[in-house]
């Protein structure tokens, strides 16, 4: 079983910045895709950014020039360094683990338990 553990969220200004980690847990061989995704109320969950195991990163057209995603493999980490936040990023945010090799099996589609964020104008 894979655990997830996300940190870094809380209250800040516009224009300020937030950095969310998440670190995962439980007899890990490898991660393939690491990500984040948003959800707003009452909206769906969507994808913030995203980088494989090879590095290919992708980002929401919304986030792009303000966010940075990354990972340490050696600390089945991933990060997400937010700048410049706008009242619009305003959600709880999730990392997600696409697929992971434990010594106990595959697991697809790992989620964190998600961190609010929330941008004040």
């Known amino acids: 079983q894979v655990q997830l553990v996300e940190s870094g969220g809380g209250l800040v200004q516009a224009g300020g910045s937030l950095r969310l980690s998440c670190a995962a847990s439980?007899?890990?061989?490898?991660?393939?895709?690491m990500g984040w995704y948003r959800q707003a109320p009452g909206q769906q969950r969507e994808l913030v950014a995203s980088?494989?195991?090879?590095?290919?990163?992708n980002y929401a057209d919304s986030v792009k020039g303000r966010f940075t995603i990354s990972r340490d493999n050696a600390k089945n980490s991933v990060y997400l360094q937010m700048n410049s936040l706008k009242p619009e990023d305003t959600a709880v945010y999730y990392c997600n683990l696409g697929s992971v090799v434990t010594t106990t099996g595959y697991f697809l589609n790992s989620w964190g338990q998600g961190t609010q964020v929330t941008v004040s104008s």
């Open positions: 980088i494989t195991s090879g590095g290919s990163i």
């Open positions: 439980g007899s890990i061989f490898s991660i393939d895709t």
